[in-house]
């Protein structure tokens, strides 16, 4: 069955600090594979997507992400999290040629001053 | 950039009423999706329309229907609220299938609703 898991519900970094927030899919076929990220009582921003090509993908706000597909993984990376960083972070998988999408259950980043 | 109006922030109703969430888009997309986002459970599909007057189920579709009569706007409407359906609500659009990718959504900031 397709799914999409973040382990981790809550992480917390101190500012300036490197951030690594997980992501596992389960997909039988190429995924297309996204990052958002929702700040308090705001809708869901796009912060980068992967169709293909280069594993390694650059985002808004200093965000990448790598691709490792013999891992099923789509990890977010921030080398030096900002205090404005802290939010929750969604991972979703997009199904090739379809409307469908499928959520994690989402990552709730708090960063110390 | 895209935007993604939803019109309320925050809405509270009471148990047994005919609820409407509207959704408007300003950028001619064809796709457009309401979910329902609750804590530990991630973003949940009700609704989806990739055309106007067209609409597929989603995950969850119990109790929800939907209207889309123009392209730009796409409403949720609760036709018996209940306590269960105390929620954040999402509308998010995004571009048609296109090519060999599939387009990221753009959503709106959410209407929190309570149902007493």
């Known amino acids: 069955a397709q799914s999409v898991t973040q382990p981790d519900i809550h992480i917390t970094v101190s500012e300036g600090a490197s951030l690594e927030l997980r992501c596992n899919y389960s997909y039988g076929a190429t995924p297309y594979l996204f990052w958002y990220v929702q700040s308090p009582g705001q809708g869901l921003q796009l912060l980068l997507k992967?169709?293909?090509?280069?594993?390694l993908v650059q985002g808004i706000k200093g965000f990448e992400a790598e691709f490792k597909r013999s891992q099923s993984s789509f990890n977010l990376r921030k080398p030096s999290v900002h205090w404005s960083d802290a939010a929750e972070y969604f991972c979703?998988?997009?199904?090739?040629?379809?409307?469908?999408?499928?959520f994690g259950t989402g990552t709730r980043l708090k960063v110390l001053a | 950039d895209v935007k993604v109006t939803q019109s309320s922030r925050y809405l509270v109703k009471r148990t047994g009423e005919k609820v409407f969430l509207e959704c408007v888009q300003d950028m001619d997309h064809e796709n457009m999706f309401w979910y329902r986002q609750d804590p530990g459970l991630g973003l949940r599909l009700i609704y989806f329309?990739?055309?106007?007057?067209?609409?597929e189920k989603g995950d969850i579709p119990e109790g929800y229907s939907v209207s889309r009569e123009k392209k730009e706007r796409f409403s949720l409407i609760l036709e018996s609220a209940s306590t269960s359906q105390t929620s954040m609500y999402l509308c998010?659009?995004?571009?048609?299938?296109?090519?060999?990718?599939?387009?990221?959504?753009?959503f709106g900031d959410g209407t929190r609703l309570s149902i007493l």
């Open positions: 998010a659009s995004s571009p048609p299938l296109g090519g060999d990718s599939n387009q990221p959504q753009h």
């Open positions: 979703a998988l997009g199904f090739r040629g379809t409307y469908k999408y499928i």
């Open positions: 329309s990739y055309d106007v007057k067209m609409k």
């Open positions: 992967y169709f293909s090509g280069d594993t």
